[in-house]
C-alpha cells in the first residue's frame, strides 16, 4: 500500500513560481511511475508530468518549459516545480503512483494507470 500527501500549494501572482511537495511511503521505487496530476472545477482531470518506468520525466504540452518534476528517493519525495505560472494553471494538484509500471514516454503519462492518489493540494494563480 502506498501513501501519498501533497504540500506546498497556496496563492501566487502569475509569472510567478511555487514547488509542490508530494511525501510518499510504503513502497519500492522500483517497478513504480509517479506523477501529478491536477483538476479545476470546468476542466476534466488532466495529465502535468509523469517520471516513467525508465526514470525520464514527460510533461504535458502546457507545461512543458514551465514545469520541473523531480524526485528525492532518499527522502522519498516527489517534486513539482512550476514557474512562469499562468491563471489557467489554477487547480487541485494531485500526485499518483503506479505500480508494476511499465510505460515509457507518452504512454505513461495517462491518469487511468495510476492507482494511489493523494489527497490533492490547491493552487490558485491571480492575474
Known amino acids: 500500500q502506498v501513501q501519498l500527501v501533497e504540500s506546498g500549494g497556496g496563492s501566487v501572482q502569475s509569472g510567478g513560481s511555487t514547488r509542490l511537495s508530494c511525501a510518499t511511503s510504503?513502497?519500492?521505487?522500483?517497478?513504480?511511475?509517479w506523477g501529478w496530476f491536477r483538476q479545476s472545477p470546468e476542466k476534466e482531470r488532466e495529465e502535468v508530468a509523469v517520471?516513467?518506468?525508465?526514470?525520464?520525466?514527460i510533461y504535458a504540452d502546457s507545461v512543458k518549459g514551465r514545469f520541473t518534476i523531480s524526485q528525492d528517493k532518499d527522502k522519498n519525495i516527489l517534486y513539482l516545480q512550476m514557474n512562469n505560472l499562468k491563471p489557467e494553471d489554477t487547480a487541485m494538484y494531485y500526485c499518483?503512483?503506479?505500480?508494476?509500471?511499465?510505460?515509457?514516454?507518452?504512454?505513461?503519462?495517462?491518469?487511468?494507470?495510476?492507482?494511489?492518489w493523494g489527497p490533492g493540494t490547491q493552487v490558485t494563480v491571480s492575474p
Open positions: 517520471i516513467d518506468s525508465v526514470y525520464m520525466a
Open positions: 499518483a503512483a503506479a505500480a508494476n509500471c511499465y510505460q515509457t514516454g507518452y504512454d505513461a503519462l495517462k491518469a487511468f494507470l495510476f492507482g494511489y
Open positions: 510504503g513502497n519500492s521505487y522500483r517497478g513504480y511511475c
